[in-house]
T-cell receptor, first 113, second 112 residues
């Protein structure tokens, strides 16, 4: 069973569209949750942490449902520069600064003019 | 902004040869990691290092792999006898207590 599962996409959307990504994780002991962004052949970069209460950072909104073991990311008013692969990541440790990160395979987003 | 530096950016090696991948973590970080990503696959954890010893390692990190912090700044990953399936992007990362990870830009290892 995959530890972190994501729809691989690709999601092809026009500029200005709203797009949503979903992710499920298998280990109910997971303590911290993140969305990372990865551009082609580059390193993963932290986009945002995900909290149970839900959190927003500009055009990006993340939600966590611990009961369903489900994480989501919503991107509003998408820009060309949002084109990337979005990685759902969990950690069995709280805070995410220790312990290993468990990555999903990623969802590819392509924003077209 | 502080960054994690990795060298070389690309290394080509013959099967059976030893390689050392180098990383300079962010100076005040205490936790160090190696991850790898085979082309088209997910990022996978290899090993974490804290207080001059391995704190956790994955099944991938077998006897062919070792890590070292030879001085106060460098953090290295050694693969003793490379195999074709070791070809991947290797990412070093570091973190401090209570904060997130910072990844380096990676070393692309090609085993021929």
């Amino acid at each position: 069973r995959k530890e972190v599962e994501q729809d691989p996409g690709p999601f092809n959307v026009p500029e200005g569209a709203t797009v949503a990504f979903n992710c499920t994780y298998s280990n109910s002991a997971s303590q911290s949750f993140f969305w990372y962004r990865q551009d082609c052949r580059k390193e993963p970069k932290l986009l945002m942490s995900v909290y149970s209460s839900g959190n927003e950072d500009g055009r990006f909104t993340a939600q966590l449902n611990r009961a369903s073991q489900y994480i989501s990311l919503l991107i509003r008013d998408s820009k060309l520069s949002d084109s990337a692969t979005y990685l759902c990541v969990v950690n069995l440790r709280y805070g995410g600064s220790q312990g290993n990160l468990i990555f999903g395979k990623g969802t590819k987003l392509s924003v077209k003019p | 902004e502080p960054e994690v530096t990795q060298t070389p950016s690309h290394q080509v090696t013959q099967m059976g040869q030893e390689v050392i991948l180098r990383c300079v973590p962010i100076s005040n970080h205490l936790y160090f990691y190696w991850y790898r990503q085979i082309l088209g696959q997910k990022v996978e954890f290899l090993v974490s290092f804290y207080n001059n010893e391995i704190s956790e390692k994955s099944e991938i990190f077998d006897d062919q792999f070792s890590v070292e912090r030879p001085d106060g700044s460098n953090f290295t990953l050694k693969i003793r006898s490379t195999k074709l399936e070791d070809s991947a992007m290797y990412f070093c990362a570091s973190s401090e207590q209570g904060a997130g990870y910072t990844f380096g830009s990676g070393t692309r290892l090609t085993v021929v």
